[in-house]
């Protein structure tokens, strides 16, 4: 009853003041109350109905084309032929192409008169090729069809040949001493038609045309007698071709401008080897250097400007102005041995890659050929190497060692000179101490005596061995700018094992360890879409390996080609030697594929590959 009666004092009091007093000041806060219970989640209500689709955008602009991508090349063998079965060996030594007809010409000195041989290529037809328990085919789908008898035209070896449109050269070199000549064909219809016969220098070893074909080039080598008592000039022979007019007479280059400058060619690496200041058969040897060099295979830049001449013994390059015909010559230099590995003999019990300081390669390029990137010529070598050795008759040693010889052998008769010598023959200087110089290093290893005997007291400070087991490429002035190291016996160890540097002749690994390796030989190049491949072939081995070199200075591995058996102590079979090769591209190719046409010495077959870029 008490607190109601307050309660209601109180708010009589508080009605009065809000009629008649003025508002009082506001109260302080009150606390804060506490925080009520989450209420309960309300129920999901029901999912929309989709919108409508919107309409489609515009296209948006086309993006530039990509970058074509480097492009692996795979191969079949579609034909394979074989030329004198009975006796191949020298058979097919250099094979051509005659577009228009589908035609292959290849060479064929096996037998006592040399021909060519034409085989049409219209029909390839892969099927009828078949591998033996080897994977190896040896069977054939291509035959002859006809032949040109050129040596009833020159009594004469056919050395090599080459086409251009509707022409056919044809190289025969005579005997020693005595000018060869180049037989001049229209192939045009069915049956060739000798056109010209073209005196030209001493041993004509290659024949090609330039790029218009307005010029047939010939390298004559020019080698001596086996006695040296007839060792004529080597030369460049250059014929004119107008309107298809082949003219009656040659323009010789010889190197009597340089038989001065023998000092400066050897500090450029370029290589004098033969017996001057000896008496052989009671003459007195003095080779010039116009009668040293050897002119070995000629190319001819796309821009027709420059030829360039291989001179392989004497590890250089010939380079030939054709605009005025002169000459300069290029020293290559040499390939150190430090740097890479090698096995160097064929006694050592199988592979035995080392490096070897104080070994050196003399490139020695056989066949040669060119190209351009980025408007600049290019110059693309199978680094062969080759030693000299020349023998003449005699009866016997004494006969031998009477006419000024160096030794006798039965087979082969008197050694009138050589510039190879086993490394294990030779007293070699301190820095070579790291080796026992036996069979199982470099002892077997051929290497060259007229160079290494820096200070001429018998030790050698340096050995320079025969090839460089590679191929290179070199710029317009000759300047290397690249070379394939030791990827080739790199690759062939990797996919033969123990079957690595085979012979061609032979089935048995190592043989060519201690004598240039696998042998790169045969060289072409060839253009497939935008890409320049160069395909080469390993004489020994019977393979091919495949390079992209499109840009000379990131150039690439492809890949690899055999079709030859390696089973130790089987008779051989399939392709050996490539020594000759050509390129068709798909615009002339029977099948609209490229192809590569191989000539194989050994086998004396003929080997047509397919080739796809992946």
């Not at 309300?42 to 409508?52: F, L, R, S, V």
């Not at 080598?221 to 107008?242: C, F, H, L, R």
Request: charged residues 20%; aromatic residues 8%.
């Amino acid at each position: 009853m008490k607190k109601t009666l307050i309660s209601l004092t109180l708010l009589g009091l508080l009605s009065g003041c809000s009629l008649d007093g003025d508002d009082g000041q506001a109260g302080e806060q009150g606390l804060q109350g506490e925080t009520g219970q989450a209420g309960t989640a309300g129920e999901k209500g029901d999912k929309g109905d989709a919108g409508a689709q919107g309409e489609t955008g515009a296209q948006g602009p086309q993006g530039e084309t990509g970058a074509r991508m480097t492009g692996d090349l795979s191969a079949q063998l579609v034909g394979r032929a074989v030329l004198n079965v009975a006796s191949p060996e020298g058979a097919a030594e250099i094979v051509a192409y005659h577009a228009t007809s589908q035609r292959i010409f290849a060479l064929d000195s096996s037998g006592d008169r040399p021909q060519i041989a034409l085989i049409s290529a219209a029909q390839l037809d892969a099927d009828k090729l078949n591998k033996d328990n080897q994977g190896v085919i040896t069977n054939t789908n291509l035959t002859v069809t006809e032949t040109i008898a050129v040596s009833d035209v020159v009594a004469a070896d056919a050395n090599s040949l080459a086409i251009h449109g509707d022409l056919l050269a044809v190289a025969m070199a005579r005997e020693t001493g005595e000018t060869g000549f180049v037989l001049v064909y229209d192939i045009a219809a069915q049956t060739p038609q000798l056109l010209k016969s073209v005196e030209v220098g001493y041993l004509p070893d290659m024949v090609t045309f330039n790029q218009d074909g307005s010029k047939i080039l010939v390298a004559n080598e020019g080698e001596p007698a086996g006695d040296y008592s007839v060792d004529p000039q080597g030369s460049i022979a250059i014929i004119e071709v107008n309107n298809g007019q082949v003219a009656a007479q040659a323009t010789l280059l010889g190197f009597e401008a340089f038989n001065d400058q023998q000092a400066e060619l050897q500090a450029q690496g370029v290589v004098f080897a033969n017996p001057t200041g000896r008496t052989i058969k009671g003459q007195a040897i003095n080779t010039s250097v116009a009668m040293d060099l050897e002119p070995e295979y000629v190319t001819v830049s796309k821009d027709n400007r420059y030829a360039y001449v291989s001179l392989q013994e004497n590890n250089a390059l010939a380079i030939v102005d054709l605009s005025d015909n002169s000459l300069t010559i290029k020293g290559l230099g040499y390939k150190d041995w430090g740097k890479w590995t090698l096995d160097a003999s064929d006694k050592d019990g199988g592979i035995n890659l080392r490096s070897y300081p104080g070994l050196y390669g003399m490139y020695q390029p056989d066949t040669i050929a060119s190209y351009q990137w980025q408007g600049a010529n290019f110059i693309v070598t199978a680094n062969e190497g080759d030693g000299r050795e020349y023998f003449f008759p005699a009866a016997d040693e004494a006969e031998c060692t009477a006419n000024g010889g160096l030794d006798f052998d039965e087979d082969d008769g008197c050694l009138a000179y050589t510039d190879e010598i086993r490394a294990k023959d030779l007293t070699l200087a301190d820095n070579f101490a790291y080796i026992n110089n036996d069979n199982d290093d470099l002892g077997r290893l051929k290497v060259s005596t007229v160079m290494g005997d820096q200070d001429s007291d018998g030790q050698y400070e340096k050995l320079y061995t025969y090839g460089a087991r590679s191929f290179s490429i070199w710029d317009q002035r000759g300047a290397r700018v690249f070379d394939s190291g030791d990827e080739i016996v790199r690759i062939t160890t990797a996919l033969h094992g123990e079957q690595f540097n085979n012979d061609e002749d032979t089935n048995e690994g190592d043989t060519r360890s201690d004598a240039k390796g696998a042998e790169p030989e045969a060289l072409t190049l060839g253009q497939i879409g935008e890409r320049t491949y160069a395909f080469v072939g390993l004489e020994r081995m019977g393979s091919i390996l495949i390079y992209d070199v499109t840009n000379p200075f990131n150039v690439t591995f492809t890949t690899y080609l055999i079709n030859r058996g390696l089973e130790e102590g089987a008779d051989i079979s399939g392709d050996l030697a490539p020594e000759g090769m050509t390129f068709v591209s798909a615009e002339h190719s029977p099948t609209n594929t490229p192809l590569l046409i191989v000539g194989n010495e050994i086998s004396g077959s003929i080997a047509v590959w397919s080739l796809t870029q992946k």
